[in-house]
Nanobody, 124 residues
Framework: VQLQASGGGLVQVGGSLKLTCAVS????????MGWFRQAPGKEREFVGA????????YYAASVKGRFTISRDNAKNTGSLQMKSLQPEDTAVYYC??????????????????WGQGTQVTVSS
């Protein structure tokens, strides 16, 4: 499974941005798509996740109500819609694929494949 994240950029405080993650390869092995982010000097952290076959997304408390995760199985893409962005949302954002339900959706080690990351910068 290969993942390609895109859509990052520079946005002002309070603005919106939509990230997309294109999935290729063995897409039928996807079970969960997760989104993570890593700010400079900090550990990579869970943002949210969605099961590839359906169901409600999961969100970290820090983004719940501001971020929305969705997927389009026909296009093999996942999306992370971000609103009301704040400077603390500045980070490199990654999408990841869990193909074997090896652990909790919020755990880095549960994911088997990772995209290359896309930079999101929120300026004040």
């Amino acid at each position: 499974v290969q993942l390609q994240a895109s859509g990052g950029g520079l946005v002002q405080v309070g603005g919106s941005l939509k990230l997309t993650c294109a999935v290729s390869g063995r897409t039928n092995s996807m079970i969960v798509m997760g989104w993570f982010r890593q700010a400079p000097g900090k550990e990579r952290e869970f943002v949210g996740a969605i099961t590839w076959s359906g169901g409600s997304p999961y969100y970290a408390a820090s983004v719940k109500g501001r971020f929305t995760i969705s997927r389009d199985n026909a296009k093999n893409t996942g999306s992370l819609q971000m609103k009301s962005l704040q400077p603390e949302d500045t980070a490199v954002y990654y999408c990841a694929a869990d193909t074997d339900l090896g652990g909790a959706v919020g755990s880095l080690t549960s994911y088997d494949y990772w995209g290359q990351g896309t930079q999101v910068t929120v300026s004040s």
